[in-house]
T-cell receptor
Framework: AGVTQNPKFQVLKTGQSMTLQCAQD?????MYWYRQDPGLGLRLIYY???????NKGEISDGYSVSRQAQAKFSLSLESAIPNQTALYFC??????????????FGAGTRLSVL | DQQVKQNSPSLSVQEGRISILNCDYT??????FLWYKKYPAEGPTFLIS?????DKNEDGRFTVFLNKSAKHLSLHIVPSQPGDSAVYFC???????????????FGKGTKLSVKP
């Protein structure tokens, strides 16, 4: 299956909270969360090189993450605001000498905050 | 400040011709470069990569060229096919510096349309 994201679509009202789930069966150590906005490419929110490692990315404000297991990495919005409307992608990487940081992406979660 | 730039938001090419997608970068530490392809309603998929010790890498119809002095790379697709119509993202990392330096920095993407 590779990288699985749930849900695929979500509509929230301002102030609501939710958690985006990501699971991978590629036995990768590293996992990432990105958001894509029209015309802005992919921007890194949080990343984790292993279960006990969590790091902020370029745009972490308003988000939190949890690495529940090597295979699972979730992204939470505690109090959603309209400018968090975007397409969210989870990615994984083996991050090794041979594999470098070739990342493999899930199909994405389209989030709308009204 | 954008470290990875794709200055053409879109490109239209006739089927069978060459598609050339361009990418410029500003960070001299970048030593590993990747191209991703993205179809609507799907996640980006890895296409091809190149290390800074090379200036060319080929994989079938896809070739990536790297010009380190100009801080420029390009993706050539020959011949172009309608199924190649997608958004193409360029990404770069400072892989050999390790840790977070190996994270990917993405360009904004170029939408390629290949017309039959």
């Amino acid at each position: 299956a590779g990288v699985t994201q749930n849900p695929k679509f979500q509509v929230l009202k301002t102030g609501q909270s939710m958690t985006l789930q990501c699971a991978q069966d590629m036995n990768h150590n590293s996992m990432y969360w990105y958001r894509q906005d029209p015309g802005l490419g992919l921007r890194l929110i949080y990343y984790s090189f292993d279960v006990k490692d969590i790091n902020k990315g370029e745009i972490s404000d308003g988000y939190s993450v949890s690495r529940q297991a090597q295979a699972k990495f979730s992204l939470s919005l505690e109090s959603a605001i309209p400018n968090q409307t975007a397409l969210y992608f989870c990615a994984t990487s083996g991050y090794g000498f041979l594999t470098k940081n070739i990342q493999y992406f899930g199909a994405g979660t389209r989030l709308s905050v009204l | 400040d954008q470290q990875v730039k794709q200055n053409s938001p879109s490109l239209s090419v006739q089927e069978g011709r060459i598609s050339i997608l361009n990418c410029d970068y500003t960070n001299s530490m970048f030593d590993y470069f990747l191209w991703y392809k993205k179809y609507p309603a799907e996640g980006p998929t890895f296409l091809i990569s190149i290390s800074s010790i090379k200036d060319k890498n080929e994989d079938g119809r896809f070739t990536v060229f790297l010009n380190k002095s100009a801080k420029h790379l390009s993706l050539h697709i020959v011949p172009s096919q309608p199924g190649d119509s997608a958004v193409y993202f360029c990404a770069a990392s400072a892989w050999n510096y390790g840790g977070s330096q190996g994270n990917l920095i993405f360009g904004k993407g170029t939408k390629l349309s290949v017309k039959p």
